[in-house]
Structure formats: structure tokens, C-alpha cells
């Protein structure tokens, strides 16, 4: 197995929201503001190579919205999919499984482009499946009131249309092996529903891909929770939870918004599960 960090853009949020009720006085000591309140944020994917199967988890904005659209978001730098596919040698036609562990549009607007008229939409990736669950499928193409601008049905429904959609089995529990792609998978409801998070045995260690459930290292301590999640309380028993069980098995985190750190191991303190090591992919991935 061979795995690449794949970076498909970087963009700005604003801190506030990034933090929920955290003061600014705190947050921008690990996650320092411009004088609007922005904070940088990555959105780094994943690209497995295994056997005769390449897996991209998550995709990013992607490039068809309007240009009003992506100004709310600042982008910065010159990342995208296409040009971090190509450094290790592989197009977008390659990829065999596309993994969203959910379908805000910062985790899935990659996966559906205009078509070459812009008369509608056609996937991004034309020999891939689109993996997804039911619960959170249905979620999505439902959306409630607070989630309703991150649900875009244009990143959504073409996925459905195309046949080349999927979903996973749903677990009994938070955590299920996940044999349709030969990884764990933890699900989490307090951002929103069904959010799965992947653990990827690599080498001889486990590889957590940590979407929403911890953005940044900023949000390591458990009250540090988004603005964004719809179920803020059970983000904390998730994270906790989480966190200890990392600490416990030495998971190494790979964090897909954190724009300056990329892997990270955690401890148990006094004060709760904390920051161990830093990483970048290179030290981890023998392949880089």
C-alpha cells in the first residue's frame, strides 16, 4: 500500500465560527487571525494505492462554482487536485473509489464538474464509485435549515444520477470494518450525521483521517468545537472518545484542514488528551 497527501486548494474561515464559544484571545494562539478574522484552512485529502485499487478520500471545493461564490472563501496558493494528482504520476481518470466522509461542499464539490457545454453536470471521475452511507445520503439531499448552504445539490445529486454512487453498511456500533475498501471506519454524528472517519492500517500503523471531527490542532482540547456542528454536545463525547482511544493505540491523526500541520500523535495529560509530535506526511509515508 502506498499512500499520498493530496492537496486540493487552501481557503480561509472565519476563526470565530471555526471555534464556536472559544474566545479569540485563546484560539489564535494555535490559529492566528488576518484582520478579518480569517484563519487558513487546507483541505489536504488522501490517495490510497492498493493492489489494483486507487482511493481518494474527500476531493475539495472543486472549480465549478461561481466566482462569488469561492470569493466568501479566500483561496490562497496555487494547490489543486489536478496538479497533485499529477506529481505522483496519476490523473483523475485513475481513481477507482472516491470516499467522502461527508457531503459539505469542502469535502465532495470535487466530485461532480460542468460538462463540456456547462448545459449541466457530469462526475469529475468517470470510472470511479462514489462511496457514501444511507443515513447521511439522506441527510444531505434532506437538508435541515442549518446545513442547507453546505449542501449543495449540485455537489450531491449527479453522484446519484450517474449510477456510480455506493454507500458502506452502517455499523451496530460507532466502529465497523469496512470490507467493500479494506478500512475501519468511525462514525460520528455531532458535526452532522454519519460523518465517517477512516482508519487505514499502513505499515504497522493506523492512519486516522480526521475530516470535521478535529480540523485543526487547535481544536485538540474537547470544548473546542466548531460553530459549524449541528450537535455540538455529542461532538464532545466523540472527540473525547476519539481522542482517547488515539492516544491509547498511537493513531497518527492526518488532518485534512490543518494548513500548516499535517500529521500529529496525541498523549493523555493531566489536562486532557494533548499535542505529542508533529509529523509532516513525509516522515510517515515511506513512499514520498
Known amino acids: ?122 462526475p469529475a471521475f468517470k470510472n470511479a464509485h462514489f462511496w457514501s452511507n444511507k443515513d447521511h445520503w439522506k441527510w444531505a439531499t434532506q437538508p435541515n435549515k442549518r446545513e442547507r448552504a453546505s449542501f449543495l445539490k449540485e455537489n450531491i445529486l449527479p453522484m446519484e444520477e450517474s449510477g456510480q454512487l455506493k454507500f458502506t453498511a452502517l455499523p451496530q456500533n460507532q466502529l465497523l470494518n469496512n470490507s467493500q475498501l479494506g478500512f475501519d471506519i468511525f462514525y460520528a454524528d455531532g458535526h452532522t450525521d454519519k460523518q465517517m472517519i477512516p482508519l487505514i492500517k499502513y505499515q504497522d500503523k493506523t492512519i486516522a483521517f480526521m475530516a470535521d471531527l478535529l480540523p485543526t490542532v487547535g481544536h485538540l482540547p474537547i470544548p473546542y468545537v466548531m460553530g459549524y456542528d449541528t450537535r455540538p454536545l455529542l461532538t464532545l463525547d466523540e472527540k473525547e472518545s476519539f481522542l482517547n482511544l488515539a492516544a491509547e493505540q498511537n493513531f497518527y491523526l492526518f488532518l485534512e484542514h490543518d494548513a500548516h500541520n499535517e500529521i500529529i500523535t496525541v498523549q493523555k495529560t493531566e489536562k486532557g488528551v494533548r499535542l505529542r509530535d508533529t509529523f509532516t506526511t513525509k516522515d510517515i509515508f515511506t513512499n514520498l
Open 1 to 122: 500500500m502506498n499512500l499520498y497527501p493530496v492537496n486540493a486548494g487552501n481557503l480561509k474561515l472565519d476563526g470565530g465560527a471555526m471555534f464556536g464559544v472559544v474566545p479569540k484571545t485563546i484560539w489564535q494562539r494555535t490559529n492566528p487571525a488576518d484582520s478579518n478574522n480569517m484563519i487558513d484552512i487546507a483541505t489536504r485529502c488522501l490517495l490510497i494505492e492498493d493492489s489494483n485499487r486507487l482511493i481518494l478520500i474527500d476531493n475539495g471545493m472543486g472549480n465549478k462554482q461561481s466566482e462569488k461564490f469561492y470569493g466568501y472563501y479566500h483561496l490562497w496558493g496555487d494547490f489543486n487536485l489536478d496538479k497533485s494528482l499529477k506529481s505522483y504520476g496519476f490523473h483523475r481518470d485513475d481513481i477507482t473509489d472516491v470516499f467522502l466522509t461527508h457531503l459539505h461542499f469542502d469535502h465532495c464539490g470535487g466530485s461532480i464538474q460542468w460538462n463540456q457545454d456547462r448545459s449541466g453536470y457530469e
